[in-house]
């Protein structure tokens, strides 16, 4: 396998040429190279916020870590507002991905019965505003309007319903050989029986899929905390609460107040944001690998449907 | 005999249409309740014109929020807007009632006559709701408070009989008439039998709640175009100003010179974006000369990983790598013994570039995907195929995958040019400083600044904010459907 390839079909030999070792180990190279450039700011932020932080405050700190300590971890819990923050990203991507995920998978299967009353005109009215968008200040004044301002619903309502996962269930269910259905139904159980017991049992895998996109979309959501909790700074995300410390140095100064309580050495801004910029992704760093594959069906489905 | 067929018959495409009346009512008031303009319980002009019967209803914080102080001081009672709040579910409630006869009206004889007993309780409940909003519009008018003047409590809380309450009432009353000529027209004896509705309909009902959310989340949002046409004066009141705003973005030399610098950015973005889309192409093609399955993977994991990451901590990680103390100034100093002491993201003239070259980083191992699944859909003997006939690695690469890949290519492109003008927010806001934003402004930042973060708020900012957010929308949807006609005429294919 090192040196020769061999074809599918067995047959032919492919010697590699002193040419094929050079391209290859090009090819190796550059694309060691793009991967190690994509995660290096993420170990980069890693190890410093676990180095020492006086080293760090100097710059100290470029390829390994220096004097490692967990303490900045642990004086994130003196760090005003951020453990609400917390909870509230938790708590709403949790929530709002459930109901998003089950409402989807409802819409889905409903939206394959043909015999739905005007079925095609109500699929589309559902599907439309996947294509427009109305911009910051109309949807503004209509969550306003709506009461969703300063409210925590604000991140779970407008998210239940989202027309590009609806299309992906229904087309997965759309896959599903009919006969299942019908056996079913010369059985006895009704619309939502079937729904319960057979479909979304046989739909998990793309439910996945949505769950995960989903999930990840949530945690990094941001505009709807910036724009809509304009009075209620305690609803917060995580997300937002990060940018606030990134730009806002006033904050840094309440964060460094908080770091003298916490008996950690040399606390500072730069440590602080490092710290809470791992915190903020660690839920996905670690999750990602092991479900990269559903993320990559999850775009070859929305592909399929182009 | 024949006759009392004839009659039944009559009867029954009465009720029939009837029936169709109150499915319409119940739509048309379950929609009223989300529209702010169409609020009955605006009894005094403090409540903000933003209030929605439904917001009424569910909050009571937003009822009272311009009124705090003259209820700190007396000079309206708090309870008012308790039992406004109160009336407001009443109201609500007597809706949904009829909503649930509207539904049930779908069902069999048995379902129907169900349904029938909510429409009287429906319109009743509604009823009840107006009387007691009525009440409290009373009680503003004349206030118990006798220790300052009326007139100064009039200007205080100014009392506004809403012209939305006879609406709200047509409504109450119709829902009872229809409920007597629909049972006048129903032999009124309750069947037994089984409660059950049609299948098309209970299917259609299944679904109602999504179309509903869609409704009020997605299409409700249109209403606020609305604004693009009016001017709001300090007081709070509209009036219609017609082409007002979008004559004044191109009239207004500051404003213009702005919007022209802006729509520059955006061009500019969105072209080098497109220009380097094929930039995944290239990494899916020389990724498939991988054939190391462990290289392969961690590859693909490290290189899209990115794109999962907010564009809030990428601009975390390139502060601590470009900012005057982050890592690229430390190693400069390593070097050469002096730190450049400036911060990268702070030069105006590299932004575009900056803000590629972080798309492409972010952007490039993700979009990748698609074409590597499709190059390992190719067919492998057109590869046989051309070794045989001499080819060698770049040409098979050249002239057997790049062809094969073009036709998802061409869609790509296509939805790109569709959403030339749309950006993104986030990308711009994050690396937007005052250094920078003349090159940075992109029209969806360009709103959010108007929008959200106008320093010299102006009469001008929001409704301006609306006129750019409106053209661009109607614009985006002219763009998509030119791609998407452009697709079926070459490719015989449609891409939404």
Same mark, same amino acid.
């Given at each position: 396998?090192?040196?020769?390839?061999?074809?599918?079909?067995?047959?032919?030999?492919?010697?590699?040429?002193?040419?094929?070792?050079?391209?290859?180990?090009?090819?190796?190279?550059?694309?060691?190279?793009?991967?190690?450039?994509?995660?290096?700011?993420?170990? #980069?932020?890693?190890?410093?916020?676990?180095?020492?932080?006086?080293?760090?405050?100097?710059?100290?700190?470029?390829?390994?870590?220096?004097?490692?300590?967990?303490?900045?971890?642990?004086?994130?819990?003196?760090?005003?507002?951020?453990?609400?923050?917390?909870?509230?990203?938790?708590?709403?991507?949790?929530?709002?991905?459930?109901?998003?995920?089950?409402?989807?998978?409802?819409?889905?299967?409903?939206?394959?019965?043909?015999?739905?009353?005007?079925?095609?005109?109500?699929?589309?009215?559902?599907?439309?505003?996947?294509?427009?968008?109305?911009?910051?200040?109309?949807?503004?004044?209509?969550?306003?309007?709506?009461?969703?301002?300063?409210?925590?619903?604000?991140?779970?309502?407008?998210?239940?319903?989202?027309?590009?996962?609806?299309?992906?269930?229904?087309? #997965?269910?759309?896959?599903?050989?009919?006969?299942?259905?019908?056996?079913?139904?010369?059985?006895?159980?009704?619309?939502?029986?079937?729904?319960?017991?057979?479909?979304?049992?046989?739909?998990?895998?793309?439910?996945?899929?949505?769950?995960?996109?989903?999930?990840?979309?949530?945690?990094?959501?941001?505009?709807?905390?910036?724009?809509?909790?304009?009075?209620?700074?305690?609803?917060?995300?995580?997300?937002?609460?990060?940018?606030?410390?990134?730009?806002?140095?006033?904050?840094?100064?309440?964060?460094?107040?908080?770091?003298?309580?916490?008996?950690?050495?040399?606390?500072?801004?730069?440590?602080?944001? #490092?710290?809470?910029?791992?915190?903020?992704?660690?839920?996905?760093?670690?999750? #990602?690998?092991?479900?990269?594959?559903?993320?990559?069906?999850?775009?070859?489905?929305?592909?399929?449907?182009? | 005999?024949?006759?009392?067929?004839?009659?039944?018959?009559?009867?029954?495409?009465?009720?029939?249409?009837?029936?169709?009346?109150?499915?319409?009512?119940?739509?048309?008031?379950?929609?009223?309740?989300?529209?702010?303009?169409?609020?009955?319980?605006?009894?005094?002009?403090?409540?903000?014109?933003?209030?929605?019967?439904?917001?009424?209803?569910?909050?009571?914080?937003?009822?009272?929020?311009?009124?705090?102080?003259?209820?700190?001081?007396?000079?309206?009672?708090?309870?008012?807007?308790?039992?406004?709040?109160?009336?407001?579910?009443?109201?609500?409630?007597?809706?949904?009632?009829?909503?649930?006869?509207?539904?049930?009206?779908?069902?069999?004889?048995?379902?129907?006559?169900?349904?029938?007993?909510?429409?009287?309780?429906?319109?009743?409940?509604?009823?009840?709701?107006?009387?007691?909003?009525?009440?409290?519009?009373?009680?503003?008018?004349?206030?118990?408070?006798?220790?300052?003047?009326?007139?100064?409590?009039?200007?205080?809380?100014?009392?506004?009989?809403?012209?939305?309450?006879?609406?709200?009432?047509?409504?109450?009353?119709?829902?009872?008439?229809?409920?007597?000529?629909?049972?006048?027209?129903?032999?009124?004896?309750?069947?037994?039998?089984?409660?059950?509705?049609?299948?098309?309909?209970?299917?259609?009902?299944?679904?109602?709640?999504?179309?509903?959310?869609?409704?009020?989340?997605?299409?409700?949002?249109?209403?606020?175009?609305?604004?693009?046409?009016?001017?709001?004066?300090?007081?709070?009141?509209?009036?219609?100003?017609?082409?007002?705003?979008?004559?004044?973005?191109?009239?207004?030399?500051?404003?213009?010179?702005?919007?022209?610098?802006?729509?520059?950015?955006?061009?500019?973005?969105?072209?080098?974006?497109?220009?380097?889309?094929?930039?995944?192409?290239?990494?899916?093609?020389?990724?498939?000369?991988?054939?190391?399955?462990?290289?392969?993977?961690?590859?693909?994991?490290?290189?899209?990983?990115?794109?999962?990451?907010?564009?809030?901590?990428?601009?975390?990680?390139?502060?601590?790598?470009?900012?005057?103390?982050?890592?690229?100034?430390?190693?400069?100093?390593?070097?050469?013994?002096?730190?450049?002491?400036?911060?990268?993201?702070?030069?105006?003239?590299?932004?575009?570039?900056?803000?590629?070259?972080?798309?492409?980083?972010?952007?490039?191992?993700?979009?990748?995907?698609?074409?590597?699944?499709?190059?390992?859909?190719?067919?492998?003997?057109?590869?046989?195929?051309?070794?045989?006939?001499?080819?060698?690695?770049?040409?098979?690469?050249?002239?057997?995958?790049?062809?094969?890949?073009?036709?998802?290519?061409?869609?790509?492109?296509?939805?790109?040019?569709?959403?030339?003008?749309?950006?993104?927010?986030?990308?711009?806001?994050?690396?937007?400083?005052?250094?920078?934003?003349?090159?940075?402004?992109?029209?969806?930042?360009?709103?959010?600044?108007?929008?959200?973060?106008?320093?010299?708020?102006?009469?001008?900012?929001?409704?301006?904010?609306?006129?750019?957010?409106?053209?661009?929308?109607?614009?985006?949807?002219?763009?998509?459907?030119?791609?998407?006609?452009?697709?079926?005429?070459?490719?015989?294919?449609?891409?939404?």
């Amino acid at each position: 396998m090192a040196n020769s390839r061999k074809h599918r079909d067995g047959g032919t030999v492919h010697k590699n040429t002193p040419a094929d070792y050079v391209f290859y180990v090009i090819n190796y190279a550059v694309f060691m190279l793009f991967a190690l450039l994509c995660f290096f700011p993420f170990y #980069y932020l890693f190890i410093n916020t676990v180095s020492d932080n006086g080293e760090v405050f100097r710059g100290a700190i470029t390829i390994y870590p220096k004097g490692i300590h967990f303490g900045n971890y642990t004086a994130l819990q003196y760090v005003a507002n951020l453990g609400r923050s917390v909870w509230i990203t938790v708590s709403s991507t949790v929530i709002s991905t459930a109901i998003m995920v089950f409402a989807s998978a409802f819409a889905g299967y409903i939206f394959t019965k043909k015999n739905m009353w005007h079925r095609r005109l109500w699929y589309r009215f559902t599907i439309i505003p996947m294509y427009f968008n109305a911009g910051l200040l109309p949807w503004f004044l209509n969550m306003h309007s709506l009461g969703l301002t300063n409210n925590y619903l604000a991140y779970i309502l407008p998210n239940i319903v989202v027309p590009f996962n609806i299309i992906m269930v229904k087309t #997965y269910i759309e896959s599903i050989p009919a006969d299942i259905e019908e056996s079913a139904v010369i059985d006895g159980a009704g619309t939502l029986k079937i729904f319960m017991k057979i479909m979304l049992p046989l739909s998990i895998p793309i439910l996945a899929t949505i769950t995960i996109f989903g999930a990840v979309n949530r945690w990094n959501a941001f505009n709807d905390s910036l724009i809509l909790m304009t009075t209620s700074p305690k609803l917060f995300t995580l997300q937002h609460r990060l940018y606030i410390y990134l730009t806002q140095s006033n904050n840094l100064e309440q964060l460094m107040r908080s770091g003298i309580k916490s008996n950690v050495q040399n606390l500072n801004q730069k440590v602080v944001q #490092y710290t809470v910029s791992v915190v903020s992704t660690l839920p996905i760093v670690l999750v #990602y690998p092991f479900m990269q594959r559903f993320f990559i069906k999850g775009i070859m489905m929305g592909a399929v449907k182009g | 005999m024949e006759k009392t067929t004839e009659n039944t018959a009559k009867r029954n495409k009465a009720e029939a249409a009837m029936y169709w009346v109150v499915r319409i009512l119940a739509v048309a008031a379950l929609v009223i309740v989300f529209i702010s303009e169409l609020n009955p319980a605006r009894i005094t002009t403090g409540i903000h014109s933003s209030i929605s019967l439904f917001t009424s209803a569910v909050s009571k914080s937003k009822l009272t929020y311009l009124l705090a102080a003259p209820i700190r001081m007396g000079y309206v009672e708090d309870s008012v807007f308790t039992f406004l709040q109160i009336s407001s579910i009443i109201i609500l409630l007597g809706i949904i009632s009829v909503c649930v006869s509207a539904a049930l009206s779908f069902g069999n004889e048995k379902a129907r006559q169900i349904g029938l007993f909510f429409l009287p309780s429906g319109g009743c409940a509604t009823g009840a709701g107006l009387l007691g909003v009525y009440l409290l519009y009373k009680r503003i008018e004349n206030p118990q408070n006798t220790s300052v003047s009326l007139e100064f409590l009039h200007k205080q809380v100014p009392p506004n009989f809403p012209w939305q309450f006879w609406l709200y009432l047509g409504f109450a009353i119709s829902a009872v008439i229809l409920f007597i000529s629909i049972s006048a027209a129903n032999k009124f004896s309750l069947r037994k039998g089984k409660f059950e509705i049609t299948e098309k309909y209970r299917l259609f009902l299944y679904a109602f709640p999504i179309i509903l959310l869609t409704f009020i989340f997605s299409y409700l949002t249109l209403k606020g175009f609305s604004m693009a046409f009016y001017e709001t004066s300090n007081t709070g009141i509209n009036t219609f100003v017609g082409f007002k705003w979008f004559a004044y973005l191109f009239t207004d030399g500051a404003v213009f010179e702005r919007f022209i610098r802006v729509i520059r950015n955006t061009l500019v973005m969105s072209g080098l974006g497109l220009i380097t889309s094929w930039l995944p192409v290239a990494f899916a093609v020389f990724f498939s000369e991988i054939k190391n399955n462990a290289v392969r993977k961690v590859v693909q994991t490290l290189t899209t990983l990115p794109n999962f990451i907010s564009w809030i901590l990428v601009y975390a990680v390139a502060l601590s790598l470009f900012s005057t103390s982050g890592l690229l100034n430390h190693v400069i100093e390593a070097f050469t013994g002096t730190s450049p002491e400036k911060s990268w993201l702070e030069i105006n003239n590299t932004v575009w570039l900056q803000m590629l070259i972080w798309g492409i980083w972010k952007g490039t191992g993700w979009s990748a995907i698609i074409y590597i699944a499709a190059i390992s859909g190719i067919d492998q003997g057109m590869y046989e195929a051309a070794e045989i006939d001499g080819a060698k690695r770049f040409g098979k690469m050249w002239y057997i995958t790049v062809p094969m890949l073009i036709p998802t290519y061409s869609v790509m492109l296509l939805l790109a040019f569709a959403n030339v003008l749309s950006n993104g927010l986030d990308q711009y806001l994050v690396f937007s400083n005052p250094k920078n934003i003349e090159n940075i402004e992109v029209l969806d930042l360009y709103v959010y600044n108007l929008g959200f973060n106008a320093q010299g708020n102006s009469d001008a900012t929001k409704p301006l904010a609306t006129v750019i957010s409106m053209s661009k929308t109607v614009i985006s949807l002219a763009l998509l459907f030119i791609a998407n006609w452009t697709s079926k005429s070459i490719r015989g294919e449609s891409i939404i």
